[in-house]
């Protein structure tokens, strides 16, 4: 079981929106704005989207967003791609004893 | 370019022992903090340790405390995990990633592509 509840799996169309949730407590999510997401396709290592709930890196189109709210952070893609079909891992810092949790992961469908 | 290559994996049996590297290239290595990420097959992400740029701080989660130990060479821009008393649940494939040269950085900006640790009799 993992530290931080992802759904297994959300789809949607080319050119709409969908968003992750990625639950945690206020021990982890909640307690700190360290909140990352990665995507990662089949075979290949996972690259970093979001960083710091919200910021985004270089190079990451502006159609992935991230947000929190209480001990909830979510990563938005808007104007799905086909190629924005991967897993999907959200992290979070979780204090000085713990330090890091990722989710379970959701496997993001483009129909 | 930032380049991480991961070495060592393998079959061990369980109770085995098994070191892992890491190479780094393309940046200034002994700046940055490294971690060491696993992915059981068909699995998610499990953040597994951590150490800091000088080797003073060290973390390691609680599924490998004690049995694993993360350790790294500055002058041969080296990161390494020794395994030792390996079980079946740690077959899996082992990423290092660099946490980025900020303050109070949480995150992985660089991942190697990973090397698989299979532990079976």
């Known amino acids: 079981q993992s530290a931080l509840t992802q759904p297994r799996s959300v789809s949607g169309s080319p050119g709409q929106s969908v968003t992750i949730s990625c639950t945690g407590t206020?021990?982890?999510?909640?307690?700190?704005?360290?909140v990352s997401w990665y995507q990662q396709h089949p075979g290949k290592a996972p690259k970093l989207m979001i960083y710091d709930v919200s910021k985004r890196p270089s190079g990451v189109p502006d159609r992935f967003s991230g947000s929190k709210s209480g001990n909830t952070a979510s990563l938005t893609i808007s104007g799905l791609q086909a190629e924005d079909e991967a897993d999907y891992y959200c992290?979070?810092?979780?204090?000085?004893?713990?330090?890091?949790?990722f989710g379970g992961g959701t496997k993001l469908t483009v129909l | 370019e930032v380049q991480l290559v991961e070495s060592g994996g393998g079959l061990v049996k369980p109770g085995g022992s098994l070191r892992l590297s890491c190479a780094a290239s393309?940046?200034?290595?002994?700046?940055?903090?490294m971690n060491w990420v696993r992915q059981a097959p068909g699995k998610g992400l499990e953040w597994v340790s951590s150490i800091s740029s000088s080797s003073s701080y060290i973390y390691y989660a609680d599924s490998v405390k004690g049995r694993f130990t993360i350790s790294r060479d500055n002058a041969k821009n080296s990161l390494y995990l020794q395994m030792n008393s390996l079980r079946a649940e740690d077959t899996a494939v082992y990423y290092c990633?660099?946490?980025?040269?900020?303050?109070?950085?949480?995150?992985?900006?660089?991942w190697g592509q990973g090397t698989l640790v299979t532990v079976s009799s």
């Open positions: 992290c979070s810092y979780a204090g000085s004893y713990t330090f890091r949790v």
């Open positions: 990633a660099r946490v980025p040269r900020i303050s109070r950085s949480h995150y992985f900006d660089y």
């Open positions: 393309g940046f200034t290595f002994s700046s940055y903090s």
């Open positions: 206020s021990s982890d999510v909640g307690g700190y704005n360290y």
